[in-house]
């Protein structure tokens, strides 16, 4: 560095970084105590949680449900009033309706617009959803 450069610094900062020995003046450098890693043999032993680290199983589909999405990736089941009793028995038994406790798939629309719809939940979870 010049002594030019060094002159336009110094009128900015402290001449102490210019010292043979700038690291000693630095306050934000940890002090000299012991060393504290985060996983060492402090660390307390902890087991995975097993749950977390496999997929939940998926409730085996009924033959008499109907696989409705995109082709070749028929994610839904359909529901129909012919085949509802299967179809709850199923819905019960996902994530979502084992929450819900009870058919939502039941309630009748009454605009006309519905028609034009399919009630479906995904096969992954449960989750409600109209094609």
Do not use: C
């Amino acid at each position: 560095m010049s002594q030019s450069q060094a002159s336009q610094f110094s009128d900015h900062y402290p001449s102490s970084i210019f010292e043979e020995n700038p690291l000693d003046n630095l306050s934000f450098l940890p002090s000299d105590g012991p060393f504290n890693p985060l996983y060492g043999k402090n660390t307390p032993n902890s087991t995975p949680n097993v749950s977390f680290t496999r997929p939940a199983l998926l409730p085996a589909i009924p033959e008499t449900l109907e696989r409705v999405g995109p082709p070749k990736k028929k994610i839904y089941i359909l529901w129909t009033e012919m085949v509802n009793d299967d179809f709850v028995a199923w819905w019960l038994k996902t994530e979502y309706g084992s929450e819900m406790k009870r058919n939502i798939f039941e309630g009748k629309h009454h605009a006309e617009s519905w028609d034009h719809f399919h009630q479906v939940a995904a096969i992954q979870d449960g989750s409600p959803k109209v094609m």
